[in-house]
């Protein structure tokens, strides 16, 4: 087993919200890595994409999707924090939808991607495949 470590690189958030520049999916990913921490696993039989994502209910604000060979993985952080009329509130946390798209092996299928969340952690595993198609959304799991 092989531990990838891809670092966050340290941008302005204008930049990590500003337009995809001539469309270029590589430039687009450098851009919104602000969102997002990502650790590769290669395995044997498959690699295992694990993203950093605490604060976020799979069920409603989780996307992950199977674009030919592209895995692409959309979140939303609401902030759902209510004034107490107190003064001002300081907060660092990040809210807002977060995008991130990486490579999978040319022609992976959606029965070759599985996804799961557990404690802040969307775990995909993604398999080999065979032949590519249409974007399909991969169903998330809890636990």
Known sequence: MTLTRTERPRIRTWLANGPRWFDVPELGDWLERDGMRLEVVHEPDATIHRIELPGIDPERDLRVELDRNWLTVTAERRDERQA??????????????????????????PSDVSASYRDGILEVRVTAGESGGATQRIEVTRG
């Open 84 to 109: 107490n009329g107190d003064g001002p509130t300081r907060s660092e946390f990040h809210y807002g939808r977060f995008s991130r798209r990486v490579a999978v092996p040319s022609g992976t299928e």
